[in-house]
């Protein structure tokens, strides 16, 4: 057999691998069971998704899947804290794997758009500045994130929650925040980081 031979025999099998490595890692996902599953949710993150414009709850509505899927573990795991969602994220609220699958699923397509809490606008431009130069590397220009790197869409989130998120990195509570976020808000101000969370609180989601 010439080597070109052997090179086209590989790729089925390496993609084959590819897949079935793939599928054994994500759950088979249910949307109808995501629908239902959401009801638990809704009391809080509301019907829409919204969540609180004051900013107790996040808006989850349209999130990436990839990182509603990992919040979702890190709650059940122990990893995220939050007494709220470490019970909701339990075999009791969502008793398989697949469940928290097909409830992510059915979050991620929720429509994004509706009320945003806003800071008082009086720092959104250097907000602007400051993320452009240290976060949108990895959260996207305009905040957007990256479902194929699991990280989040900040743009449109409550201005209140992007605040307390970014002091819970620094401050350790949100251990999961605390590697990639150390070099990038610990240097900040209070005016800074509310600068930023006013910025991204104000970009509209279509
Ligand atoms: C009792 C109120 C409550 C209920 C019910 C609830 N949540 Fe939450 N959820 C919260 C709060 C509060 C937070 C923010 C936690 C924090 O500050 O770290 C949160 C955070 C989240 C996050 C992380 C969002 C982010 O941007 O990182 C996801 C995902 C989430 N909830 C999904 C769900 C799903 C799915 C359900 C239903 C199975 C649910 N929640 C039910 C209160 C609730
Ligand atoms: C090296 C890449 C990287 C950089 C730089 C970065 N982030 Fe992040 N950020 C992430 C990842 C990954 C997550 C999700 C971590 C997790 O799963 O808990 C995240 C999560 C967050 C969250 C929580 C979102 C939510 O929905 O709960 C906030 C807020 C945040 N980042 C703000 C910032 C800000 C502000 C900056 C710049 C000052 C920044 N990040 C810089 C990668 C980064």
Do not use: W
């Amino acid at each position: 057999m010439s080597s070109s031979a052997r090179i086209r025999y590989s790729f089925p099998v390496l993609g084959a691998l590819l897949c079935a490595v793939t599928l054994g890692a994500e759950p088979a996902v249910d949307p109808d069971a995501g629908a239902r599953l959401y009801g638990q949710c809704a009391a809080c993150h509301g019907a829409d998704g919204a969540g609180s414009a004051e900013g107790s709850t996040p808006r989850i509505a349209g999130q990436h899947y990839s990182v509603l899927l990992k919040q979702l573990r890190d709650f059940r795991g122990g990893r995220r804290q939050n007494f709220r969602m470490q019970e909701l994220a339990d075999r009791h609220h969502l008793p398989q794997e697949r469940d928290l699958a097909a409830v992510a699923l059915h979050v991620n397509r929720m429509p994004a758009a509706g009320a945003h809490g806003l800071g008082d606008g009086t720092r959104a431009t250097a907000g602007a500045l400051l993320f452009g130069a240290r976060c949108a590397a990895c959260h996207g220009a305009d905040g957007r994130g990256s479902e194929a790197r699991a990280v989040p869409r900040l743009a449109g989130q409550h201005y209140g929650y992007l605040v307390r998120q970014m002091y819970d990195a620094v401050d350790g509570r949100r251990a999961t925040l605390v590697d990639v976020h150390e070099r990038p808000i610990e240097p900040l101000g209070f005016d800074q980081v509310r600068g930023i969370a006013d910025y991204l609180s104000r970009i509209e989601l279509r």
